[in-house]
């Protein structure tokens, strides 16, 4: 019975000592998970961003972004983004590749309630224009 009672009663004075308000920890928000190109140009600029807010009540942290492809490169801040504040994640895809697309690309964070994210992308892109290629001369 003695070796008992305080082993019941540990776990409520523990309980007993911590905060009663509960922390939520870091807290990812999207505006928008999906960007969508469009109709896009043989060799344009293939990159986009997705804004986000930390409206946790701790520092947010990327852990990875990885993309589903070659083809679409991720890059993001190393740096730990503070509650309240913003940041941008942004993806870089290779309009060399004619024809429509759907990529996507996942985002690892700290957050408990959404530790994974994923975001992406679409359009089309259009043939090369190989009238503007050949010079002067139809070489």
């Known amino acids: ?3 008992l009672l305080p082993s ?10 911590l905060p009663t ?34 409206t946790g009540d701790a520092p947010l942290i990327i ?3 990885q993309s ?8 993001w801040d190393r740096e730990p983004v ?8 942004r993806l870089l895809y290779d309009t060399r590749r004619v024809g429509p697309f759907r990529k996507s690309a996942t ?7 959404r530790p994974q994210i994923v975001l992406s992308i679409r359009g089309v892109v259009l043939p ?3 009238t503007h290629e050949r010079g002067t001369n139809g070489q």
């Open 21 to 54: 308000g509960q922390s939520t920890g870091p807290r990812i928000h999207f505006e928008q998970v999906v960007y969508d190109y469009g109709t896009i140009a043989f060799g344009s600029d293939g990159r986009c961003s997705f804004a986000f807010t930390n």
């Open 68 to 75: 589903s492809c070659g083809c679409l490169v991720p890059y």
């Open 82 to 89: 503070a509650p309240g504040a913003s940041g941008n994640v």
């Open 128 to 130: 090369m224009d190989t």
């Open 107 to 113: 985002l690892t964070t700290n957050d408990p309630e």
């Open 63 to 65: 852990h990875q972004f």
């Open 1 to 3: 019975m003695r070796t």
């Open 8 to 17: 019941l009663l540990l776990p409520l004075l523990l309980g007993a000592s």
